[in-house]
Every structure is written in structure tokens, then in C-alpha cells.
């Protein structure tokens, strides 16, 4: 089975808000076995939307549409749906009583205009929709088959997996399985070139993709099941690792920020944060993680030189000799974090995010990285993107991500600091 996606809504299309749907409804019809070959995004009108539907099924025999179910005149993609299969639209009267329900359970009184939303293409699957007023529904006609679904992600998950799913089930020709294999510190060319003979595989398959700051590898299988996909997998899965040793540093997980915090609970470890240049982006990070507090004990935004002096302990006459963004105040400044804190471990950042540099002119993208147990300091210099608008926000992101991989490597070589770590005071005496 062929399936399109159509992404109906004006704000996707003027970059308003994103659209996250069409990533979800693909992974999720990959994994049922259903193979998508197009994403389209078209704006509330009606004629785009019909042309868009016309364009779809000349490939494909399934559509299925996210947005455009409102009660107001533009939200027309149901109406559109169902008069291009020339199906005249009904009063549900269940799809009614829950709208009435929803407006009554929140003490309102039901406008006028959202009776509009029980009108049901005559004889379809409606789908019902516990998180709103909009109910989706399956249409089918000469074999073409199109699914309507609500908008908004917290409306259209539920209804795909409670309606949907079990639907397109009797579709399905096999599993498309993937997994992710993520990397950090190697970038997408040198990654490709260690595993360039895998690239050329048929099932699995094996592609490239780069991030802000990070590369990976996703390895696909097609199979009669997902047993049989995994056990196609899984010696790929295997041999990248090991043909990427030190790099990988998750499958499947969702970011670096989430194996770091997983590692650091699976090792019993502390740790803290010292940010200047990334005003705090670390330690957002990481607390984004659920669970994070059983790792995770404070973190010092010290942007200006006078905190860093009188919370994180720098010296004073190395803020003037060296300057702000050095390698010997990146160091005070993690040493000073484990201090204050009583953390296993601290990472500290310390750079010009640009897009000017400061009144020393070390140029945009300079970053200095610190990790500190406390005893010992490991300090990393990098240089990242120099000009362009953008490079404010790819030098904070790329900074960020280089502190939490300290900490990963740091809970991974654990009680040993990685990286030739040296004596902290003997360090600092150096300057």
C-alpha cells in the first residue's frame, strides 16, 4: 500500500508554526508497513487542496490529511475530501452530542459554528476524538482510500493510534523497521567513510544524515514481521558500532542529552553546570530529561566576569590578563562549580557565540570547554562557525552539546577522568 500525506494549513505553509505531524504519521506508517512516497503541504483553499488530491493518487492508492477540520469557513478539508469523491456530508448525531459534551464539561455553551464539525461524509469510519471537537474519518471509494485527521498533535496521535492503526493493519505487506545509531564528534563525511561499503546494502539499508553538530546512521529492514526485520538489523546495528567505537553514543535515543542523563543515573553520578556563553542552554538541557534531578544539582549562569569571580572562584588577575574566553577561566570555572556544588563532576563553557566578537577580538566561535572532578581538569579549545546570521545560535547549540558529551564520556570512563586529565592546581599554577 502507497500513501501520501497532505498537510493542510496556511500557518505551515508561511512557516508559522511546525509541522511535526508529517514526521510522526511517517514513522508510524513505516513501522505498520505501509510505504509513504510524498508529503505535501497546501494552504486552506480549495482548488490547491483538490489539485494536491488529484497529484497524490496518480502514485498513490492512500491520503491521509492533518489539519483544516475547524468550525470556521477555511477549515474545509473534510468538505474538499468528500466532494472529491462526490460524498455528501450528513449530520453525525454521535460526533454532535460529544461536541456538546466537550463544550459542556469546560461550563460552556456551544457556538453555532462548531455544529459544522458533526457533519460526517455519509457512510465513513468516523474517528472519534477524545482530546477535541473535531472527529476525524475514513473515506473509500474505487479503491482510493483518505484518512481526515485533526491538526493539532495532541488530536491527531491519539486518534492515528486508536483509529487509524488498527485500520491500515489489513494493508500492510510487512514491517518497515529503523533504528538510529547517533554519533558525536565525528562529522557526516569521515562518519560515511567508515562504513562506505554498508551504504551500498539493499535491505537493510544504511544512510547518512547530518544535525547541529552531530551525524547519524539510520539502518532500515523491510520484512514479514518485526522479528524478522530485527534479525536483519541487528548485525549491522552491531558492526557500525564497532566501526564506530567512542562515537555512538545512543540507538534510538532521542538526543545526547537523554543518554547522558540515563548513563549518569546508570553510574550513580552528580554533576553540575557553569555557563557564560551558553547563558544556561546546558543545564536546560539536561533538566529537560525526565528523571534529571537524580543526576543533576545546580548550574551557575555566570555571564558576567564578576559572578564568575565571586560564585565560581575565578581569579581576578586572570579575567584581566587572559580574558573572559580562556582556556584557564573555563577551568576555574568547572573546578568552581564542583566546589560550590559538591558534584561529581562539573562542565563549564565559556566562548564568543558572535555575531561580534568582544572587545578582545578572539574570533566569533572561539569556545573553551572545561570538565573537572574537582582534583583533576580537562580543558577543550573549539572553533566553530565564524559569520552569518545564524552562527549566534549554532555556536551556543554546538557548545552545549560538546559540554554534555564531556559528561558523558566523563560518566563512561568513571572514577577515571577521561581525556588525560591533569592536576587541577598544578594547572591553574601554570598561568
Not at 258 to 270: D, R, W
Not at 286 to 304: E, K, N, P, W
Amino acid at each position: 500500500m502507497k500513501c501520501e500525506l497532505i498537510s493542510v494549513g496556511t500557518e505551515i505553509l508561511l512557516g508559522d508554526i511546525v509541522n511535526t505531524n508529517a514526521q510522526y504519521l511517517a514513522r508510524r506508517l513505516a513501522d505498520n508497513g505501509i510505504s509513504v512516497m510524498f508529503q505535501h503541504t497546501v494552504g486552506d483553499n480549495e482548488q490547491r487542496l483538490l489539485d494536491t488530491l488529484d497529484l497524490a493518487f496518480e502514485k498513490s492508492d492512500m491520503v491521509i490529511t492533518t489539519g483544516g477540520l475547524g468550525p470556521t469557513p477555511d477549515d474545509l478539508t473534510k468538505e474538499v475530501c468528500a466532494g472529491y469523491f462526490g460524498i455528501p456530508l450528513v449530520e453525525d448525531k454521535k460526533s454532535l452530542s460529544k461536541i456538546k459534551d466537550y463544550f459542556k464539561s469546560k461550563k460552556l455553551t456551544m457556538p453555532s459554528s462548531n455544529r459544522k464539525q458533526a457533519l460526517m461524509p455519509k457512510d465513513s469510519i468516523i474517528l472519534e476524538n477524545k482530546n477535541g471537537t473535531a472527529p476525524g474519518c475514513i473515506m473509500e471509494k474505487d479503491g482510493k482510500i483518505i484518512i481526515v485527521l485533526p491538526g493539532p498533535p495532541g488530536e491527531m496521535k491519539p486518534m492515528f493510534e486508536d483509529g487509524v492503526v488498527p485500520y491500515i493493519k489489513k494493508f500492510s505487506d510487512g514491517v518497515i523497521k529503523s533504528h538510529n545509531i547517533r554519533t558525536f564528534g565525528i562529522g557526516e563525511s569521515a562518519m560515511a567513510q567508515k562504513v562506505g561499503d554498508l551504504l551500498d546494502m539493499s535491505n537493510p539499508t544504511v544512510a547518512p544524515y547530518a544535525k547541529s553538530a552531530e551525524a547519524l546512521l539510520r539502518v532500515t529492514a523491510k520484512a514479514g514481521s518485526e522479528e524478522e526485520a530485527e534479525a536483519l538489523l541487528k548485525p549491522v546495528v552491531e558492526e557500525i558500532q564497532n566501526r564506530l567505537d567512542g562515537y555512538v553514543y545512543g540507538i534510538d535515543s532521542e538526543s545526547i542529552e537523554e543518554a547522558t542523563v540515563e548513563l549518569l543515573k546508570q553510574k550513580g553520578l552528580i554533576v553540575a553546570t557553569a555557563e557564560s556563553c551558553t547563558a544556561g542552554l546546558v543545564s536546560k538541557r539536561l533538566t529537560d530529561i525526565s528523571g534529571s534531578s537524580a543526576v543533576f544539582t545546580c548550574g551557575v549562569t555566570a555571564y558576567a566576569n564578576e559572578i564568575k569571580e565571586k560564585v565560581l572562584g575565578v581569579r581576578k588577575e586572570h579575567l584581566q590578563k587572559y580574558g573572559a574566553v580562556s582556556e584557564v577561566v573555563a577551568a576555574e570555572m568547572a573546578i568552581g562549580a564542583v566546589r560550590l556544588s559538591g558534584a561529581d563532576a562539573a562542565v563549564s563553557v565559556t566562548g564568543i557565540a558572535g555575531p561580534l566578537s568582544d572587545s578582545t577580538e578572539k574570533p566569533v566561535g572561539l569556545v573553551y570547554l572545561a570538565l573537572s572532578d574537582g582534583k583533576k581538569v580537562k580543558v577543550t579549545e573549539l572553533h566553530l562557525r565564524q559569520s552569518g546570521d545564524s552562527c549566534r545560535e549554532y555556536n551556543r547549540t554546538a557548545s552545549a552539546s560538546n559540554a554534555i558529551n564531556l559528561l558523558r564520556l566523563f560518566a563512561l570512563s568513571y572514577p577515571e577522568m577521561p581525556g588525560g586529565s591533569t592536576d587541577a592546581e598544578e594547572y591553574i599554577s601554570n598561568f
